[in-house]
Nanobody, 122 residues
């Protein structure tokens, strides 16, 4: 069992930065792939970034490449999403997810946080 709690969301101007955190409880955190997804109003949930359990593999959706960085600290049971050069189109609820496979498909993740709102003003 893994319980996830996101934090770090908020309101920021375009061009600004935010760092999201996802704190996990449960003994299996370090063996799980982690990912960030987001969902904007009226849109489907979309993949943002993923990281393997050793942190040796990361990947991003094209729209955030070069701006967002995913990382994890297994000693702290925490995964991070550093978001720089934010744009209004990044506005969404951001969710972290944990699962046995490193994938961009939401249905393959079996644990989800409650989400944190990120709003980027123009």
């Amino acid at each position: 069992q893994v319980h996830l709690v996101e934090s770090g969301g908020g309101l920021v101007q375009a061009g600004g930065s935010l760092r999201l955190s996802c704190a996990a409880s449960g003994r299996t955190f370090s063996s799980r792939a982690m990912a960030w997804f987001r969902q904007a109003p009226g849109r489907e949930r979309e993949f943002v970034a993923r990281i393997s359990w050793t942190a040796s593999i990361t990947s991003y959706t094209d729209s955030v490449k070069g701006r967002f960085t995913i990382s994890r600290d297994n000693a702290k049971n925490t995964v991070y999403l550093q978001m720089n050069s934010l744009k209004p189109e990044d506005t969404a609820v951001y969710y972290c997810a944990a699962g046995p496979l490193l994938t961009a498909y939401a249905e393959r993740y079996d644990y989800w946080g409650q989400g944190t709102q990120v709003t980027v003003s123009s």
